[in-house]
């Protein structure tokens, strides 16, 4: 059993973030039939479901019947959302966790400060008695004081690291982390990561994938649509890779080139 499972429902975006290693795949959105599939595959393997990897899940134009759809077939669903097209969850109570990056906003999208929070307010008002919402401020940027003192005016406290901020609602504050890729300088060959024991992840295109940074889908395991996942699980590949790691080794190339977890 997988702690979780990453599924890019689109790796469609509508912004255009500095810290974004950004897609570079064809655009897509996962249909009706091909995330029943995904579901009837992961059953057995975990109970849950992350919409993310890249891409901006609350623009597929089924999002709501995807997160019924899952909470249907016994999941638990968790979103990252940059909080832009929050006003397209329509007060669903079927989500688990709902993380929301704040370090997302940028003027540059038309839309000032107050109102893109206000937006995420109106939801969050309606969801956090059924959903934990975390507030996500992991990149510098000059917004971020002024985020922070909205925060505080809102919820009535101090913020002074990660902390509750009212029942079911966070903050949370991390290091903003470079995205692995093969252009990257050589990192270690050393190591041990969470990838295959406790998560994968699912592209768009259904390409399998170990975590939810391999975005390019460079160490490709095997696609859920043709797939499955005992198949894969069994591959030389996945179990060279798992037993790499528990004895402290990057096989892959690509990990040898992530700094991700040190």
Not at 63 to 68: K, R, W
Not at 87 to 97: A, C, S, W, Y
Not at 182 to 189: E, G, W
Request: charged share 25%; glycine share 4%.
């Amino acid at each position: 059993m997988y702690k979780k499972v990453y599924i890019e429902i689109t790796n469609n975006c509508p912004l255009n973030c500095d810290f974004c290693i950004k897609n570079k795949r064809p655009n897509k959105f996962m249909s009706p039939k091909e995330f029943q599939i995904v579901l009837n595959k992961l059953k057995s393997h975990t109970k849950y479901l992350y919409f993310h990897v890249l891409g901006e899940p609350l623009i597929h134009p089924l999002i709501n019947d995807f997160i019924n759809l899952a909470v249907e077939n016994n999941y638990y669903v968790n979103i990252t959302t940059n909080g832009y097209l929050i006003n397209n969850i329509k007060n669903n109570k079927n989500i688990r966790q709902l993380n929301i990056s704040l370090h997302s906003y940028n003027e540059k999208y038309k839309k000032s400060l107050i109102n893109y929070l206000n937006d995420i307010f109106l939801v969050v008002d309606k969801l956090k008695n059924t959903t934990y919402i975390s507030y996500r401020l992991w990149v510098n940027s000059k917004y971020k004081d002024e985020i922070v003192k909205i925060l505080e005016k809102k919820y009535n406290v101090k913020i002074n690291g990660n902390m509750k901020l009212e029942k079911n609602v966070f903050i949370d504050f991390d290091d903003e982390f470079i995205w692995p890729s093969l252009n990257n300088n050589y990192y270690s060959d050393k190591g041990k990561c969470y990838a295959l024991k406790n998560q994968i992840g699912i592209l768009a295109d259904g390409t399998i994938i170990p975590c939810c940074l391999d975005t390019l889908g460079v160490i490709k395991l095997g696609n859920i649509f043709v797939d499955n996942i005992n198949d894969i699980i069994n591959t030389f590949k996945y179990q060279n890779m798992l037993n790499g790691f528990k004895n402290n080794k990057k096989i892959e190339e690509l990990c040898k080139h992530c700094s991700f977890i040190k």
